[in-house]
């Protein structure tokens, strides 16, 4: 294995850093981190490779050093990783969801009846 430097941490992954497989072949660098620092939760790289933007889940993170990352996956494999997405739309509610239906007042009734309310 290459000498990638000493071990360091997602926090200190810089964009351009050198992204290789597991048999050490250089796939790409990295984009982005996708983390969220203050609850200490590293999610994924978004990386650019000559297949484009890929992006490698946490668990495919095998070892982060201060001159590279290295994957538990092939070269091969790494070359099929998904494209990133964006992040999956929130729900709401709107008035229309908080309209009683005939149901919610039976279940309501039910509720009342067993807990001594009715």
Avoid: C
Wanted: charged residues 20%.
């Amino acid at each position: 294995m290459a000498d990638h430097g000493i071990p360091a941490s997602y926090l200190t992954l810089q964009a351009g850093t050198p992204v290789f497989a597991a048999g050490d072949e250089q796939i790409g660098t990295v984009e982005h981190v996708l983390a969220i620092p203050e609850e200490d939760i590293f999610d994924g790289l978004v990386l650019d490779t000559p297949h484009g933007r890929r992006f490698a889940d946490a668990p495919l993170v095998d070892e982060i050093f201060e001159q590279g990352v290295v994957l538990n996956i092939s070269a091969a494999e790494a070359a099929t990783l998904p494209e990133p997405s964006e992040n999956p739309a929130t729900l709401s509610a709107g008035p229309d969801d908080t309209v009683p239906s005939g149901l919610s007042d039976k279940l309501r009734r039910a509720w009342d009846m067993v807990s001594g309310k009715y």
